[in-house]
């Protein structure tokens, strides 16, 4: 890359998105007086009487969870979404500015294992192979249903990010209609593979591993990296090295290096600050509405809010609220960090 994009204010595009993110790699040394956050202690019993997730603990509403020795699915008690919902329509004189539709839904959560203090970071490959193999399976049986055009897997880690509770687990939401962020992604890579004739994701990462500046750990089914137009400062983007649409269609290989590859960027994680490092992951599969999605890659993002230390965050607040998101350290130097605690 020119110096010029090592060292001054610039802007990148987003071709996933499409939209711009502003760079200031200028701006690394100003002074932080901001909030710092509290460091959550890491849990350290295996099981914690207190915790609803941890093996033949009560739940609220009476539901008991089961003395499970693996991992344990179940309807989460408080679903944001429910399937029994009448379908129904809105908007005020076709004008499109008071707009509504009913919304069907399952919302499940996933405990990754029985230990209370075990983490992605923590849990051993083959433990983290059955939770792929669990995502798999909730995603094909979620995704044959004629109510259901998109499964969205994903996991908050830590206080930071709004998890409630620091038992390993995640969730797991089937919805009627396709979310944002998939949405855009779907009209993106849609219109690359109608002007290219191949995925923009397959593409993408063969750029990236001829430049290898922002590769941060691979294996041979697996390329983890920092996308060129990351926001989050340690953000990531998982990607498989050859085509494959969603989670279910992995192969053995294919789930082996996916376990294989959330062990090192999650371990990673936790090295770069020497603490537990918090974060929203998630998988974008194909959506499952019927239509073949050819310029599908599957992919996973990492999206962590830590800053500078374990105890300043970014926020996405002001310009980037208002204007556009915007990032201090460039995405080549967050990958020379990561790298160093990935490989
Ligand atoms: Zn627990
Ligand atoms: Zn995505």
């Known amino acids: ?152 897997i994903f996991e908050n880690r830590g206080a930071m990010m709004g998890a409630s509770n620091p038992h390993p687990h995640g969730q797991i939401w089937a919805t009627e209609h396709i979310p944002n962020e998939p949405a855009a992604e779907l009209s ?52 498989p090295r050859t085509h494959v649409r969603t989670i279910h269609e992995l192969d053995a290989k294919g789930r082996e290096g996916l376990a294989a590859i959330l062990k090192t960027v999650t371990a990673g994680y936790n090295r770069v600050f020497n603490a537990p490092f918090p974060y929203s992951m998630g998988f974008h599969s194909a959506p499952c509405d019927g239509a073949e999605h050819k310029e599908w890659q599957l992919h996973a993002h990492f999206y962590p809010p830590l800053l500078r230390s374990a105890t300043v965050r970014k926020f996405m607040v002001g310009f980037e609220l208002l204007g556009s998101p915007q990032r201090d350290i460039t995405p080549e130097s967050a990958a020379e960090t990561l790298r160093r605690v990935m490989s």
Request: some cysteine; glycine content about 4%.
């Open 1 to 152: 890359m020119l110096q010029v994009f090592k060292e001054s204010p610039h802007r990148r595009w987003n071709p996933l998105r499409r939209e711009w993110v502003v760079v200031s790699p200028h701006r690394t040394q100003r002074p932080w007086q901001g909030q710092t956050e509290e460091v959550p202690a890491p849990a350290t019993k295996q099981y914690d009487p207190e915790c609803y997730l941890c093996p033949g603990n009560m739940r609220a509403g009476g539901h008991q969870t089961p003395v499970y020795t693996e991992t344990y699915v179940f309807e989460n008690d408080f679903a944001a979404l429910k399937s029994d919902v009448p379908p129904a329509e809105f908007d005020l004189d076709s004008a499109g500015l008071l707009r509504a539709t009913t919304e069907r839904g399952i919302c499940r959560v996933l405990c990754f294992d029985p230990r209370h203090d075990l983490t992605l970071a923590t849990m051993d490959v083959e433990a983290i192979r059955r939770v792929v193999d669990v995502w798999a399976e909730q995603e094909l049986d979620l995704s044959a249903r004629d109510d259901i055009r998109y499964v969205q």
């Open 188 to 239: 993106s890579q849609s219109d690359y593979h109608a002007k290219n004739g191949r995925p923009l994701l397959i593409d993408y990462l063969e750029l990236e591993l001829q430049q290898r500046e922002r590769v941060v750990a691979e294996n041979d089914a697996w390329v983890a990296l920092v996308p060129f137009w990351a926001v989050w400062p340690f953000e990531t983007l998982i990607l």
